[in-house]
């Protein structure tokens, strides 16, 4: 691999959805875990599992649900309007690579489902209902605990020349998820990635501007930078 700075590869590490069948060596894919362990996780918990799916079998079934669950939300987009900051060129672009992912990614060489083992406030029944309602949102906060070892996935993809892309609408089926991985029940996924190499090229990340995203001290205050 040739070295490749890091803002480099987090100013590249755009959504590849379209991939090419080859294998993916499994050394390549310890590294891109390894990347992903050196993540933070709530209290150092480190909760994490990492399902690596290479079984044609399982890659299929995984495939077929993933198809199920697009037909919810291509529901959801027909009713949603086109982003403000894509042209109705891009926005075909970007449509035409979520529907090839909807109908091939069961074809990636290997699929990847990062999931969380039961979190530590999951024997909160004991607690006074006061403090039980404050954590209402614990589930929100789980996330925290595996998303940023995603996000190190993601760049760790980029930097092997890999691609891959954040997907969740796997979870409109879970519990068929977790039979296809024979999960036990105190684990629960929050992704589904497929990696492989590109059919095309990286690019460089298109986003808003800062100030259009960010605020100073108060919402409407625009971030100055």
């Known amino acids: 691999m040739a070295e490749t700075g890091l803002f480099e590869v987090m100013y590249s590490a755009g959504a590849i959805r379209r991939l090419r069948p080859d294998p993916v060596p499994d050394e390549v894919i310890t590294k891109v875990l390894d990347a992903a362990i050196r993540a933070p996780s709530g209290s150092n918990a480190q909760s994490w599992l990492f399902m690596v799916v290479k079984d044609a079998g399982k890659r299929k079934q995984l495939g077929a649900v993933y198809k199920k669950a697009s037909e919810i939300l291509m529901k959801l987009y027909a009713g949603a309007p086109r982003p403000e900051h894509m042209d109705e060129k891009k926005y075909a672009r970007f449509m035409q690579s979520v529907q090839h992912l909807f109908d091939h990614m069961g074809d990636a060489p290997v699929l990847l489902v990062p999931c969380l083992k039961a979190s530590m406030w999951s024997g909160n029944t004991n607690l006074p209902a006061d403090i039980k309602a404050r954590m209402a949102g614990s589930v929100r906060i789980a ?15 980029r930097a092997f020349g890999l691609g891959t892309v954040l997907t969740t609408i796997h979870a409109f089926f879970e519990e068929e998820v977790r039979a296809i991985l024979n999960l036990p029940p105190d684990v629960q996924t929050y992704a589904l990635m497929p990696i492989g190499y590109p059919q095309g090229h990286h690019f460089p990340v298109k986003r808003k501007s800062v100030n259009e995203v960010a605020c100073l001290d108060s919402y409407g205050k625009a971030w100055p930078g």
């Open 143 to 157: 996330g925290s605990s595996i998303y940023p070892a995603v996000q190190n996935i993601i760049l760790a993809c």
